[in-house]
Every structure is written in structure tokens, then in C-alpha cells.
Antibody
Framework: QVQLKESGPGLVAPSQSLSITCTVS????????VSWVRQPPGKGLEWLGV???????NYHSALISRLSISKDNSKSQVFLKLNSLQTDDTATYYC????????????WGQGTTLTVSS | DIQMTQSPASLSASVGETVTITCRAS??????LAWYQQKQGKSPQLLVY???TLAEGVPSRFSGSGSGTQFSLKINSLQPEDFGSYYC??????????FGGGTKLEIK
């Protein structure tokens, strides 16, 4: 069955960088995209970006200068890197499988919580 | 960038009632609209995609409609497990796949 699981540092200091790994099973990263979505405490969902099966990416326009998404198909892992962290980057970060054509998010990970604080 | 506006932001209803949540896109997104349900402390789950297609396992009391810029999610005969937050998202055709602000559905 399809599964996604995020792993991240939990706590990062302001101005530092964040790296989160999404490990997937039950589908191939060469055939499907993986999106990243975050949710600040008590707030709504924010789409961050997607990496498609062919390795191409799309990013949220407000984060494009700080955000990078990459993957290792052989390890079934997708990576999110966010630079120059600020306190308002505190959120739960989710990875989700994207439908290969239409892009809707049909399977989600459990999420990993990030706190940006000194 | 396309903006997605949901209404209402919150809604209180009783078990057995029928409710409708609306989502408006700032420009034409054809039928590329998904709806997700999120329960407290849990990950979102896909309910509807392509505006009106129910995801696998979603009860038939849920229905989606609309095209262009106006969309809606209708829940007939609310059940206790339906309470939570609902989000719309446009999911194809542009570089960004923005979510709406969300609707919190609470028990009256």
C-alpha cells in the first residue's frame, strides 16, 4: 500500500536551514509526483511545491528564493530544503503523493512538526 | 497567482443536516478543483477531485460541483465523523496549486 513518512529535525534556530526527508513506499517516484504542504499551528494549509516523476519542480512563488525540492529515486526519498528560516516557518510539514496527471494529493504522510526558535 | 477563497470560514451544524461549502477561484480553473477533509491532529484526506469525482472510499453523501471559478462541496445528512476542517485546492494547469483558507465545520 502507498505510504509516505516525513522525518525532520524538530527544532531549528532562526536564519538556519531546514532539511526534511519524505520516504515513500508503494509507488515509484519516477511515475508520480510528491508535493510538500505545511500548516502553521491553528492555521490552514499552504502548498509549498512539487517534484514530478521526471524530476521537474514547481514552487510557491513567495518561497522560490528559499525553497528547494529534490529526490533520490533509488532510495524512494524526496527532500525539502528551506533556507533562512524565520519564526513564521514554524509549522507541520507534510509530503503527499500527487496524481501523475492531474496533481491532486491522494495520499499524505503523517507530517513532521518544525519549530523555529532560538 | 490564482487565489482561492472559501466560505464560510466556520460553520455550525447538527447531525442529519445538509451543509454546503463554497470555493471561488480568482480566475478560470476549469474543473481542476479538489476538496480535502482534515480532522483535528490528523493529516488531510482527499474527498473530491476534478470538481465532482469522489475519491475512493468517500461516502456518497459527499458531492462536489462547479466549474470555472465557482465550486461547492455539499454534505448530505451530516454524520458525527464529518466534523472537522475542509479545504479546496486547485490542482492542475498552473505552476502553483493554492489551497483555500479552509472551513471549520463544528457540531451545533
Amino acid at each position: 500500500q502507498v505510504q509516505l513518512k516525513e522525518s525532520g529535525p524538530g527544532l531549528v534556530a532562526p536564519s538556519q536551514s531546514l532539511s526534511i526527508t519524505c520516504t515513500v513506499s508503494g509507488f515509484s517516484l519516477t511515475s508520480y509526483g510528491v508535493s510538500w504542504v505545511r500548516q502553521p499551528p491553528g492555521k490552514g494549509l499552504e502548498w509549498l511545491g512539487v517534484i514530478w516523476g521526471d524530476g521537474s519542480t514547481n514552487y510557491h512563488s513567495a518561497l522560490i528564493s528559499r525553497l528547494s525540492i529534490s529526490k533520490d529515486n533509488s532510495k524512494s526519498q524526496v527532500f525539502l530544503k528551506l533556507n533562512s528560516l524565520q519564526t513564521d516557518d514554524t509549522a507541520t510539514y507534510y509530503c503527499a503523493k500527487s496524481d501523475h496527471y492531474y496533481g491532486y494529493l491522494d495520499y499524505w504522510g503523517q507530517g513532521t512538526t518544525l519549530t523555529v526558535s532560538s | 497567482d490564482i487565489q482561492m477563497t472559501q466560505s464560510p470560514a466556520s460553520l455550525s451544524a447538527s447531525v442529519g443536516e445538509t451543509v454546503t461549502i463554497t470555493c471561488r477561484a480568482s480566475e478560470n480553473i476549469y474543473s481542476y478543483l479538489a476538496w480535502y477533509q482534515q480532522k483535528q491532529g490528523k493529516s488531510p484526506q482527499l474527498l473530491v477531485y476534478n470538481a465532482k469525482t469522489l475519491a475512493e472510499g468517500v461516502p456518497s453523501r459527499f458531492s462536489g460541483s462547479g466549474s470555472g471559478t465557482q465550486f461547492s462541496l455539499k454534505i448530505n445528512s451530516l454524520q458525527p465523523e464529518d466534523f472537522g476542517s475542509y479545504y479546496c485546492q486547485h490542482h492542475y494547469g498552473t505552476p502553483m496549486y493554492t489551497f483555500g483558507g479552509g472551513t471549520k465545520l463544528e457540531i451545533k
